[in-house]
């Protein structure tokens, strides 16, 4: 069965640096489309960024310049480069997987998820 595993949360001071990785496997991953949400608490789930198998991408403009995400397709692996981090990234982060290719902000369009990992980031 699909299976996506995050890893790589913690906890960092605002300014700092953290790298997420979503692994899978069950799916032709390199075919996939994924995405990155994250949720906190009290709030709903939000659109990070996605990217799809030719490596185009989609950010949320809330981490344009901050946020990297990128493949290898090798290790069936996205990471999720995370710099100049704020207390108001402080969230669940969880990856998603999409079959069609394209790159969606909605979660409804990801049938595939991870069970998230925590990011808290200190003031």
């Known amino acids: 069965q699909v299976q996506l595993v995050e890893s790589g949360g913690g906890l960092v001071q605002a300014g700092g640096s953290l790298r997420l990785s979503c692994a899978a496997s069950g799916l032709t991953f390199s075919s996939y489309s994924v995405g990155w949400f994250r949720q906190a608490p009290g709030k709903e789930r939000e659109f990070v960024v996605a990217?799809?198998?030719?490596?185009?991408?989609n950010y949320a403009d809330s981490v344009k310049g901050r946020f990297t995400i990128s493949r290898d397709n090798a290790k069936n692996t996205v990471y999720l480069q995370m710099a100049s981090l704020k207390p108001e990234d402080t969230a669940v982060y969880y990856c998603?997987?999409?079959?069609?290719?394209?790159?969606?902000?909605?979660?409804?369009?990801?049938?595939?998820w991870g069970q998230g990992t925590q990011v808290t980031v200190s003031s």
């Open positions: 990217i799809m198998w030719s490596g185009s991408t």
């Open positions: 998603a997987a999409d079959p069609i290719p394209r790159l969606p902000a909605e979660s409804r369009a990801y049938p595939y």
